[in-house]
């Protein structure tokens, strides 16, 4: 199964992250399918840049976001984020 998540680069107390496409069971900074996005957290305001085409591919092929990415695309995409929301259980 495939997650949408983020990836640390950087320096030693200069953190950078890369938001990857990868397989689930892979480590944090192992192999990965595709880089879908920027997150830089020392700026201020903290800068990101998503690639909201191919992070909607993946989300419909069936990748699930992990939380910390659910939130940054919910807080600068709002179109990508109901797309990724998690399907709530029908009332019965």
């Known amino acids: ?5 983020m990836r640390r680069v950087g320096a030693k107390k200069r953190p950078f992250f890369r938001m990857v496409v990868t397989e689930q069971r892979s480590p944090r900074d192992g192999a990965f399918v595709e880089i879908v996005g920027h997150y830089y957290p020392r ?6 840049d998503i690639d909201r085409e191919r992070v909607s591919y993946w989300i419909s092929k069936g990748a699930r976001p992990s939380d910390t990415v659910r939130t940054l695309i919910a807080h600068h995409l709002p179109a990508v984020a109901e797309a990724a929301a998690p399907a709530a259980p029908a009332a019965e």
């Open 1 to 5: 199964m495939l997650a949408i998540r």
């Open 43 to 48: 700026t201020r305001p903290a800068k990101i």
